[in-house]
């Protein structure tokens, strides 16, 4: 079974990896770069200080911590824990990949990219969706950045799938906490999300 799944995983990537272009390389990187996103960070930060004011601490606590969790338990945990090669480390498939990058890490298992970004997503949207309904948007830069992963050759599609699920995870668990401490501590005048 699992020898299955794997083999259709190392199909798909080879499918999605094998639909590269030489114009859409350079956006791939640049998507797939951390330091790309500071400037969107940035303004992130300041929009929910902007907006929220005193009270935006507990916000980018929050954010912070769904996005460490997921983070911690991607690279920290599951990575050495699975010891799942990245496509790009895997003899076999080095002639058949298209890779933009130099490799990386050792290990894919799961999508360090994915987690981080899906746990953005959905801590912004459960903390803030029904308010600024705009920030379905994100998820759609969480699934573009996820996918740059295979793009680049550094994932295969069951790690960001994976990476994904874990950040949504970690989104619900501390937002879930981010709710028992404010219904609990911050009385009802002075509470500033649902």
């Known amino acids: 079974m699992l020898e299955k799944l794997n083999q259709l995983d190392t199909d798909l990537f080879l499918w999605l990896n094998g639909r590269y272009t030489p114009w859409l390389d350079p956006i791939m990187i640049w998507v797939t770069e951390r330091n790309t996103w500071f400037p969107f960070y940035a303004l992130l930060i300041g929009w929910l200080v902007y907006r ?3 009270h935006a601490i507990a916000l980018l606590l929050t954010i912070a911590a769904a996005v460490a969790v ?4 991607a690279s920290s945990v599951l990575k050495p824990l699975t010891h799942r090669l990245r496509p790009c480390h895997e003899l076999g498939l080095q002639k058949l990949i298209h890779p933009v990058l130099e490799c990386g890490g050792l290990y894919s298992f799961v999508s360090s990219h994915a987690s981080t970004t899906f746990a953005l997503a959905t801590t912004l949207w ?14 759609l830069w969480a699934a573009v950045v996820s996918y740059s992963r295979i793009y680049v050759a550094a994932h295969y599609p069951l790690d960001v799938l994976a990476g994904a699920g ?29």
């Open 52 to 54: 929220f004011r005193k």
């Open 70 to 73: 997921a983070d911690q338990l």
């Open 126 to 139: 459960l903390l803030l969706g029904k308010h600024y309904p705009q920030f379905r948007w994100v998820f």
């Open 166 to 194: 874990l950040g949504i995870l970690s989104a619900f668990l501390c937002v879930l906490i981010f709710h028992w401490w404010h219904n609990r501590f911050v009385t009802p005048d002075k509470r500033f999300v649902d």
